[in-house]
């Protein structure tokens, strides 16, 4: 992602204690991300499917870790082929790596960047989760986020940030991810919702969220990470654009919120919660692509452009008639882009790049490439997740029968209640192998009713 | 002996509670209940999609009586329980053949 941070001296930057130090903690924050995406969208679920909500993003943890080291990072991040993708032997299983080996040009281990491009990948996936709320297959949607982040996640994020990647090498500007995670992820769940279809009784049916507050804790914690997401992103801190993209990044934010919130004012005549966390997260989306290339005034106004689309953007649904359930496609993809291409606006030319935007006198032409990372990014991973999302429904079937979604998908699927309010308990003692009777034999044993 | 209902807005309970101790209820149950009539719901709004709300949150209290307490134990939550505005719940009383303490087994109006 981030160039070559120059050095005074004539001989290769050595490894900074610092920079490995700020990255490792940035890496931290930036996995915090996806437990707090997990309650965001947890919240914003009705109760019969919370704890499935929490689980879509939980499992990438999981999964996206083991691929990521086994191979996600060769993908992403080896020997350019083609420049659509990587290829390095010796970065599968991160094996074939030095513990002190730098990257020339960089001041932190290569083991260093991979942990922290780890937690973008786990990330990426989880995102997609809000679009497809209470009715996808554990197992069928565990399958579609190893498929997922192997086709389009890993090759996407060497278009944009791999040495050699054709998007990184034409100059397209996504600091942080608006493509490679936002765009990404929002076009991907508008390929799979148009497969899977809407939830029963949608637009029919209250569908309202189960806790603000649980939506709020995940928003602030979101806003909290997103600080490793962007500002670690530069991946050091030798030139100060980290810190340039810390302020921006905070103050995008605000902006959002506040336009979000005076829409809704305006429009809906109430300040919602759910609105100040909306809002808050399309400005941290909006900013993440261009915080690193446009001044904190520039951030504030990309910030609000982004409040106020979004809050318009998500009442789309109802009126097209796809169920995009918790808005990533009117958040997440909306957002992406607009703050992909505002780049080309408000690039001033002096931060991360010289590249200028068309509000700095640098014309179209930065304008012109974002538009076509954008347009690529977007048009990838729509088709491919819409081909995945069919194949996985046409062998295994992506969704659970209508019966098990209206009674709630966490008993089906993960055998548990998100919450127990009643005094009464009932049910039986717990079954354990000491007190069970023994079983006749392992067939006998395949199905429980719950 | 009577069964009275009361189904009233929740932020009168204490009142209610106080009244009825005033006037010599040993016990009471209440739960939780929700439930329309002449008070219409409210709006709320998610990301600007509309939701009327038309169940409205309300408790129901039930008290055993003596068949000659009933009118005026009646009239004593209707008291307690009224704001003056559209919402304020309704009470009723049904019959009750019979009551048991669970603990002694006494029956009847010895069980209240």
Avoid at chain 1, 75 to 86: E, K, L, N
Avoid at chain 1, 177 to 194: D, E, K, M, S
Avoid at chain 1, 374 to 391: C, D, K, N, Q
């Amino acid at each position: 992602m981030a160039p070559a941070v120059t050095t005074l001296a004539a001989d290769a930057p050595a490894l900074s204690a610092a920079n490995t130090g700020f990255m490792l903690i940035c890496s931290a924050l930036v996995m915090l991300m996806t437990p707090a995406l997990a309650f965001f969208y947890g919240g914003m679920v009705r109760v019969k499917s919370t704890l499935n909500m929490l689980m879509m993003s939980f499992i990438s943890l999981g999964i996206v870790t083991v691929l990521w080291v086994l191979y996600g990072f060769g993908i992403a991040f080896g020997t350019d082929i083609g420049s659509v993708i990587g290829w390095s032997p010796e970065y599968l299983g991160l094996s074939g790596i030095g513990v002190t080996e730098l990257w020339d040009g960089y001041t932190i281990p290569v083991y260093v960047f991979a942990v922290f491009q780890l937690m973008f990948a786990v990330l990426t996936p989880a995102l997609i989760s809000g679009a497809l709320a209470d009715r996808v297959k554990f197992t069928a949607w565990a399958l579609f986020v190893a498929l997922w982040a192997t086709v389009v996640y890993f090759p996407v994020a060497h278009w944009v940030w791999g040495a050699g990647g054709w998007l990184f090498e034409m100059g397209v500007i996504d600091f942080a991810g608006g493509t490679a995670v936002h765009i990404n992820a929002g076009a991907a769940a508008l390929g799979v919702i148009l497969v899977i279809g809407k939830r029963v009784g949608f637009k029919k049916d209250p569908m309202r969220p189960h806790s603000l507050p649980l939506v709020m804790l995940g928003a602030g914690l979101l806003w909290f990470g997103w600080f490793g997401f962007n500002a670690g992103s530069w991946l050091g801190n030798d030139d100060g654009v980290g810190a340039v993209m810390f302020v921006n990044t905070q103050v995008a934010t605000a902006a959002a919120m506040l336009a979000w919130l005076a829409y809704e004012k305006l429009r809906h005549g109430a300040f919602t919660t759910l609105g100040a966390a909306s809002g808050a997260v399309a400005g941290l989306v909006a900013i993440t692509p261009a915080g690193g290339s446009c001044s904190p005034l520039g951030a504030i106004a990309i910030g609000a452009v982004a409040g106020l689309v979004c809050a318009m953007a998500v009442g789309l649904k109802y009126k097209l008639g796809y169920d995009d359930s918790l808005d990533v496609i009117g958040v997440h993809l909306v957002g992406g882009v607009i703050g992909s291409l505002l780049v080309g606006f408000f690039a001033t030319g002096g931060v991360q790049s010289d590249a200028k935007g068309l509000f700095y006198g640098g014309g179209f032409e930065q304008l012109g490439k974002q538009a076509v990372g954008v347009l690529a990014v977007l048009a990838y991973s729509l088709i491919v997740s819409a081909v995945l999302a069919l194949v996985i429904d046409r062998t295994m079937g992506m969704r659970v029968s209508e019966d098990d979604e209206v009674s709630g998908i966490d008993q089906v699927e993960h055998a548990e209640t998100a919450y127990d309010f009643s005094g009464a308990g009932g049910g039986t003692a717990p079954r354990t192998t000491a007190t069970a009777a023994p079983a006749p034999a392992v067939t006998q044993n395949k199905k429980v009713d719950a | 002996m009577k069964l009275i209902t009361a189904v009233v807005k929740p932020h009168r309970l204490d009142e209610i509670k106080e009244a009825l101790q005033a006037f010599g209820v040993h016990g009471l149950t209440v739960t939780e209940a929700s439930g329309y009539g002449r008070q219409r719901g409210h709006t709320e709004v998610y990301r600007g999609a509309e939701y009327t709300v038309d169940l409205v949150p309300k408790i129901r209290i039930e008290v055993l009586v003596e068949d000659e307490d009933a009118e005026q134990l009646i009239e004593v939550v209707v008291k307690a329980a009224r704001t003056g505005k559209i919402g304020d719940g309704k009470v009723w009383s049904v019959p009750v053949d019979t009551a048991v303490r669970v603990r002694t087994g006494e029956r009847g109006p010895d069980a209240l």
